[in-house]
């Protein structure tokens, strides 16, 4: 019943919540904390630091905001004029901004902890990216790495199933929410094996796999021609 219901379209959704989980540990575990998916906290970190005596944090949070932003603004633009009946084009270019942030951290100071900003951004400009893979009327139907949104309609969702509805109400979000914590607990994972570039580097074939899977759900499915 769920697989009639829940088609190549919703499995692929989940699959890429989990690589944002995986990047958002990525750039989380082997640098200064910094976020490449939670924008609420970048936005106020941006603003509290100045109130802090945390001047960098306070420039480091806004120029991931910032490096988000681009991320989503580049893929939207791309979507309109180059990827018309390509959603999937979006993880290519969050692929490129992966290898982009592994060959500049290499550059930068190699396998040396922690991971430098600059790479960092990188990685936050791809997640910006990555959101925008799903699209309908020109705006973001599923946020891939929003999961205050997710847990709202979740919680939403399960309310509608109390009161006289069906699981259905709530089990997208609910694998979405699951696909984001598996993605960025296979991302903990990793870490304890391997830091910095090679983690880096590690978060690049993971993204290149979900792209070869995005492909193959759009060539067989047909669902964007």
């Avoid at 540990?25 to 490449?36: D, M, N, Q, R």
């Avoid at 993880?91 to 396998?111: K, M, Y």
Wanted: hydrophobic fraction near 50%; include cysteine; glycine fraction near 12%.
């Amino acid at each position: 019943m769920l697989d009639k219901r829940y088609g190549s379209e919703a499995r692929l959704s989940w699959v890429l919540a989990g690589l944002a989980g995986v990047l958002a540990a990525t750039a989380y575990t082997h640098s200064e904390g910094y976020f490449v998916t939670f924008m609420t906290g970048n936005a106020g970190r941006a603003a509290l630091g100045l109130f802090t005596d945390s001047q960098w944090m306070s420039i480091s949070a806004a120029a991931l905001l910032v490096s988000f932003i681009s991320g989503v603004v580049i893929a939207s633009l791309c979507h309109r004029h180059v990827w018309r009946s390509r959603p999937h084009g979006a993880l290519r270019l969050t692929a490129v901004s992966l290898l982009a942030a592994t060959v500049t951290d290499w550059i930068e100071g190699g396998p040396a902890l922690p991971v430098p900003l600059l790479p960092i951004l990188l990685v936050a400009f791809g997640v910006g990216a990555l959101n925008t893979t799903f699209v309908r009327d020109g705006e973001v139907s599923t946020p891939l790495s929003y999961v205050t949104g997710t847990v709202v309609k979740l919680g939403q969702g399960i309310e509608r199933h109390i009161s006289g509805g069906s699981i259905h109400d709530w089990f997208f979000n609910f694998m979405l929410l699951t696909g984001y914590i598996s993605g960025a607990a296979v991302g903990g994972v990793i870490s304890l094996f391997v830091g910095g570039t090679w983690m880096l580097a590690t978060a690049t074939v993971i993204c290149l796999m979900s792209t070869w899977y995005s492909h193959r759900y759009v060539d067989r499915r047909g669902l964007w021609r």
